[in-house]
């Protein structure tokens, strides 16, 4: 509908920005994506994802207060965004690729990695594979076919695309499942991946966890578009928009964007609306740029409590075994911190090894240097 | 055989590819037409636009494309048309390629060579000439490689590609067709961080890459018979990890050293070769290092000639070196 006729009489820059207001504000809270009706699904996966969500939810908070209380450097959160996170995770299949942004513990978790991997990169400790290199929330696990989390924007995009090629050259049918945020979108890599994806008909999925900001930035601040999903349009691949609070719309969107990959119809752009309930991370005030009010209603809407609310009415679940089911989350986050805590700093070596496969001899030097404490 | 130096690198990538089903180049223009100076040229009809990648204009996007493919397990070969356009793809060399290994601790890595035409004397003007080897140099995890001549090429090609980390290759177009000479038609490997001694010396050391290489040949054989003045010239052909012991050993006999870059000085890699040396052979100098390099301005048009470190600018300073 062109909107522009009923807002005539307001100023066009004025008009453009209430507008898209209105347009992300219908966007937080999106209807039934369509009219089909998937079957069901089966309870031990409506389980299995409920169970990681709160896994993920408990971890957050446990992990916040930590960095409150000086035990971990940093943290950057998903509370709020954890059926987005999980509920795509759970659609990969083992041989997939998960390509993830820096908030997505959840989905290295639904993968299958020991809590152990995420929280020794948590402290850095010497368990941790990388060593203590990264700051906190900047994992990896090859095992779980996991790539490493960077810090700059969409820089992680284009990786998908290299993947999923390779994949296909080498005559197999991974799929490479890639999140980013919202700000992303605007990253120069951004529109390379999905300009590359759509020339190359890569297997490649772009999950982009709309959760309202970009550290401070409203969504409506990235873009002029209505949504991010419309983008796909102009690099010739599919778009979908998705409830990103309905785990079950997601875990069903995302399969449906593997399947497409591998079975050779080439990429999807999928739009997961949700919202970030906390912080952008450890170091962010949101209350200089979002009200109370506003978070008050998105909580009312959060996927957990949302999800609950369903598996108890349906039966799935009773409140003894949704408390139980707590009790043992918390149980296991807590002695999983524990022992992580419990190691020790890397070796001071650690620091000098993996910059090349081979130590070369100014390393060597430096290294010896580090050793003996030598003023050069 | 007889080749110059985009038949040696056309060549060796003929051979990797066929012996190698996860080499793939990509980049550019790369493909049907062999790339705008035809190094990949027949590679597209060899082994197919699957392999063989005609991409997208975007740097970004072709490294970045490229480290995906290395992650999974390819050696890809992405080439960038010129080293002037490399900026776009910056952050996914120096954020991504170069740290991968070290911040999964070693669970990844990224064998991947970037293959790309660099300097100046083309009459290129300010977006076809530069030297950007000193941005990556300074950063760790990259390896710097620079043939100046097509035996070399072809063997730092091999050994680039079998190099388990990402490899920037710079290639002197103003060699490109300018050099000719026998190169080996099977595989073999000029292995990295080997310099070479170009020209056995006794009175000082100079050392050049690329194309500046002939530049200090010349002003060598200037200098032996105008002046009796007996340089020894060092053509690093990996800069970084550099070959120290070599630098070292002939400055340690020679006393002086003269650095020629085509690069703008200041931070230049001649800047990092000299305190290397003053921190390692300092009681061995008999005169301050010199550096002989392109100025410290955009890279011109009109005045390229005046720019480049040339023979007739490297002559007096060697001089002056040895005379101090």
């Known amino acids: ?376 | 055989m007889e080749m110059n130096m985009v038949q040696a690198i056309n060549a060796g990538l003929h051979q990797e590819m066929g012996a190698d089903p996860d080499v793939v180049v990509l980049g550019e223009d790369v493909g049907r037409v062999g790339g705008v100076f035809r190094v990949t040229q027949g590679l597209h009809e060899a082994f197919g636009e699957q392999r063989v990648i005609d991409t997208p204009l975007n740097e970004s996007g072709i490294l970045g494309t490229a480290i995906g493919m290395a992650l999974y397990g390819l050696k890809p070969i992405p080439e960038i048309q010129f080293a002037d356009f490399i900026y776009p793809g910056f952050d996914q060399l120096v954020s991504e390629a170069a740290k991968y290994r070290y911040r999964s601790g070693g669970e990844y890595t990224v064998p991947m060579v970037v293959r790309t035409p660099f300097g100046g004397g083309i009459k290129g003007g300010l977006y076809h000439s530069q030297s950007p080897e000193a941005l990556f140099i300074h950063t760790a995890g990259l390896k710097v490689v620079c043939p100046s001549n097509p035996y070399d090429a072809k063997g730092l090609l091999r050994a680039s590609i079998n190099d388990p980390d990402p490899v920037l290759f710079f290639e002197p177009k103003r060699v490109y067709r300018a050099v000719k000479m026998d190169v080996p038609e099977g595989a073999y490997e000029v292995p990295l961080s080997q310099a070479a001694v170009v020209r056995p010396g006794a009175d000082v050391t100079v050392i050049a890459w690329g194309a500046m290489l002939y530049e200090a040949l010349a002003a060598a054989e200037q200098v032996a018979g105008d002046d009796g003045i007996d340089a020894e010239v060092i053509d690093p052909r990996t800069l970084w990890p550099l070959d120290l012991e070599t630098v070292l050993t002939s400055v340690r006999k020679t006393g002086r050293l003269v650095i020629v870059h085509e690069a703008p000085r200041a931070c230049g890699f001649g800047a990092e070769l000299v305190s290397l040396v003053c921190e390692h052979a300092f009681v061995h100098l008999e005169a301050p290092p010199r550096r002989v390099t392109g100025f410290d301005t955009p890279f011109p048009y009109a005045l390229e000639d005046d720019y480049l470190p040339l023979a007739h600018r490297i002559a007096p300073a060697l001089r002056e070196t040895v005379r101090f």
Request: net charge neutral; charged share 25%; hydrophobic share 40%.
């Open chain 1, 1 to 376: 509908m062109p909107r522009a006729r009923h807002l005539a009489a307001v100023p066009a820059n004025e008009r453009a920005t209430d507008e898209r207001e209105r347009s992300w504000q219908r966007r937080r809270s999106p209807s039934s994506q369509s009219g089909e009706h998937p079957s069901p699904a089966p309870r031990a996966l409506k389980l299995k994802l409920y169970r990681a969500m709160l896994l993920s939810r408990r971890l957050d908070e446990r992990l916040m207060a930590l960095q409150r209380q000086g035990r971990i450097g940093f943290h950057v959160g998903h509370r709020g965004e954890e059926a987005a996170i999980v509920g795509a995770a759970a659609a990969l299949r083992e041989q997939d690729w998960l390509v993830p942004c820096y908030r997505e513990f959840g989905a290295l978790l639904m993968r299958g990695a020991p809590l152990a991997t995420y929280l020794d990169q948590m402290f850095g400790n010497e368990a941790d594979t990388g060593h203590g290199r990264q700051m906190p929330d900047h994992f990896h696990s090859r095992a779980q076919r996991c790539l490493s989390v960077s810090a700059p924007i969409g820089t992680q995009l284009p990786h998908a695309v290299g993947l999923a090629y390779a994949a296909r050259l080498k005559g197999n049918d991974d799929v490479a499942l890639v999140f980013f945020g919202d700000g992303a979108t605007s990253s120069n890599d951004f529109h390379a991946a999905l300009n590359f994806a759509g020339v190359f008909r890569a297997p490649v999925v772009f999950a982009c966890r709309n959760n309202g900001y970009a550290i401070s930035l409203p969504s409506s601040r990235q873009t002029a578009s209505d949504g991010f999903a419309c983008k796909a349009a102009a690099y010739g691949i599919r778009g979908v928009t998705v409830d990103g609070n309905d785990v079950l719309a997601v875990h069903r969107a995302t399969r449906a964007a593997i399947e497409a990959a591998a079975a050779g119809a080439g990429p999807t752009l999928l739009e997961l609306v949700t919202y970030r309930l906390d912080a952008h991370s450890s170091s962010d005030d949101p209350r200089a740029y979002r009200t109370d009010a506003e978070v008050a209603e998105a909580t009312t809407r959060e996927p957990i409590a949302r999800f609950q609310r369903e598996l108890l009415a349906s039966g799935e679940l009773d409140a003894a075994a949704d408390e139980a089911l707590r009790a043992e989350v918390a149980a296991e986050v807590s002695a999983a911190l524990d022992a992580a805590q419990a190691r020790s700093k890397p070796a001071l070596d650690t620091l000098f090894e993996d910059v090349y496969a081979e130590t070369p001899w100014h390393l060597r030097d430096a290294a010896r240097d580090a050793r003996e404490g030598s003023a050069d």
